[in-house]
């Protein structure tokens, strides 16, 4: 019976299945199968990271003896066979991870004897050894796969699952980036955006300017080398997630201006800084001094080639006209070359800019201001980010874009905590806290019918800004919301008979989830109080059933 009939019954029931995100296609049967030690071989050739993959799972499942919080009073499942082990194979080794990778897959485990995983890509086995890691129980004093044979056949909806990760604001210890990155792939995000530098810091190593991460990084410790990157880099393909850095130019620039004043306009304008940008410190590349268009295109030289993803995020957002016009050095400019405004003067410097990141075989991706808050006009290669309304989604897959949407409204995971500033006591900007239920129900392809259209939005992405967030505080501001935008972005938001989830549905399945994170290290916030996620269905409201 394949799981979209089940729907009814999983929201009122403990169930076997509590595979986050739900699978595409899950048959199962009545049985249950012995699990005395888990096995896993690989059958043929499978490279590197599904060999790595292997080993980290078999660690991961051996080691967890995990019931879900509404079988806490099952009891022990009689079995009526054992597992013979499970034995992964894929048809191609070919690591290349992009945003057109195959993470498809497909298990059967039988009653009795050897489970199988077969995948196209080794991102695929990486994926199904996740799914097959939440198979397996806790029973008695062993474990067990419940309600065998078991048949699932597996695909994303969306190949951009993502999250970004801002550590300009306040700075995250290279363990903490890993530590999500684990938290990630247990939920099947596949895209770390690292939004690695800011206004308030430049934490990473640059070799073309090391001045910048001399005065720029909050302090020796607080940096980010070579190295660093580059274990971030492998550490998160190992587990199929690309790792896209964002150096947001020509705004948020200030503390370049820390080492490179002559570049800057409007520097750290106090008080009213708020008259200057989005939030202090104010700073800005100057478009009209050719040295600031050479100064990012030495950046995007340096940067393109340490950071390997085909996607290079070159910012664009937030720029302000008013810090640009009243620059002495734009004015003057604009005085020599009549018929030259700023306007004119930013499409120009996103232009060459642009231009020069095409030419290093980058994927452009950039906020939704480049497309809509200015002249330019960028290739239509170009990935857009839409974060200031769904209409920004619906816009630019109508301009021929590719999007990903991360609506402020539903995906920023920062809000709700008040401002920041130190002189107002009220609601930040983009408060309420976004509840996972609200970001379970937002839909990133909703009134978009065309159907050229909808395969132009690429997927979501949560964001963490981190104005309030540090690694103290990082993993409960993450999980479980993350997850619900996992899950719909993985699974979309309706099964195979085109019923839509609701949050009343998946809430059990999510409650075990974010328990079995806790029991994997990942500090993850209660959703409810115990005895909700132990009796699913009975804190919902009536007329919510």
């Known amino acids: 019976m394949k799981i979209s009939l089940l729907a009814g019954v999983l929201a009122a029931l403990p169930c076997a299945l509590a595979v986050w995100p739900i699978p595409q296609t899950f048959v199962e049967g009545s049985s249950n199968t012995q699990v005395y030690w888990v096995s896993i071989s690989t059958q043929g050739d499978v490279g590197p990271i599904v060999a790595n993959a292997v080993e980290r799972y078999r660690t991961i499942i051996n080691r967890e003896s995990f019931l879900a919080p509404a079988d806490y009073r099952r009891g022990e499942l009689p079995t009526s066979g054992t597992f013979g082990g499970l034995t992964v194979s894929v048809d191609s080794t070919d690591e290349t991870l992009g945003l057109d990778t195959d993470e498809s897959y497909t298990i059967d485990v039988p009653v009795d004897g050897a489970a199988t995983l077969r995948a196209k890509t080794p991102y695929g086995a990486v994926r199904g050894l996740e799914t097959f890691s939440q198979l397996v129980t806790a029973n008695g004093a062993g474990k067990a796969i419940a309600k065998t044979p078991i048949h699932i056949a597996d695909a994303p909806a969306y190949p951009h699952r993502g999250l970004l990760f801002d550590t300009s604001r306040n700075f995250y210890s290279v363990a903490a980036i890993l530590r999500t990155l684990d938290a990630m792939a247990y939920n099947k995000m596949n895209v770390f955006h690292w939004h690695i530098v800011d206004a ?65 306009s409007c520097l750290n304008k106090q008080p009213g800084w708020d008259q200057y940008a989005a939030e202090p410190p104010s700073g800005q590349l100057n478009i009209a001094k050719p040295e ?42 604009m005085a020599e070359n009549p018929g030259e405004d700023v306007e004119f003067l930013l499409t120009r410097w996103y232009s060459q800019v642009h231009d020069h990141l095409d030419q290093t075989g980058k994927t452009p991706y950039t906020w939704e201001e480049t497309v809509f808050h200015s002249q330019y006009v960028p290739s239509s290669k170009t990935i857009v980010q839409a974060w200031l309304s769904h209409d920004s989604v619906v816009n630019a897959v109508g301009k021929g874009y590719r999007v990903v949407s991360s609506s402020y409204e539903a995906y920023y995971l920062d809000c709700g905590h008040g401002a920041w500033l130190s002189n107002w006591d009220g609601n930040s900007w983009c408060d309420p806290f976004k509840t996972w239920m609200h970001i379970y129900n937002y839909d990133i392809a909703a009134n978009i019918t065309d159907a ?64 079995r994170m806790v029991a994997r290290g990942i500090n993850a916030e209660p959703m409810q109080p115990l005895w909700c996620a132990r009796n699913p269905g009975s804190c919902n409201l009536p007329q919510q059933q």
């Open 292 to 333: 600031s268009v050479a100064f990012a295109n030495k950046l995007i030289d340096e940067y393109t080639k340490l950071f390997t993803d085909e996607a290079f995020h070159i910012g664009g957002d937030e720029v302000n006209r008013k810090c640009w016009a009243e620059d002495p050095d734009v004015v003057k400019h």
């Open 200 to 264: 308030q810091s430049w934490p990473v190593e640059s070799r073309a300017f090391p001045e910048l991460q001399t005065r720029g990084a909050y302090g020796p410790t607080m940096t980010y080398s070579y190295g660093d990157v580059q274990r971030v880099i492998e550490y998160a393909r190992a587990r199929g997630i690309r790792v896209i850095p964002e150096f947001d130019v020509p705004g948020h620039t200030y503390i370049v201006g820390e080492s490179h004043p002559e570049l800057m």
């Open 452 to 515: 050229a259209q909808r395969k132009r939005v690429l997927g979501a992405e949560v964001a963490a800004w981190s104005e309030q967030t540090d690694e103290t505080v990082i993993d409960p501001r993450l999980w479980p919301r993350a997850a619900a935008m996992a899950e719909t972005a993985w699974s979309g938001k309706a099964d195979a008979a085109g019923h839509v989830r609701t949050t009343a549905e998946v809430a059990s399945r999510l409650h075990e989830q974010r328990f």
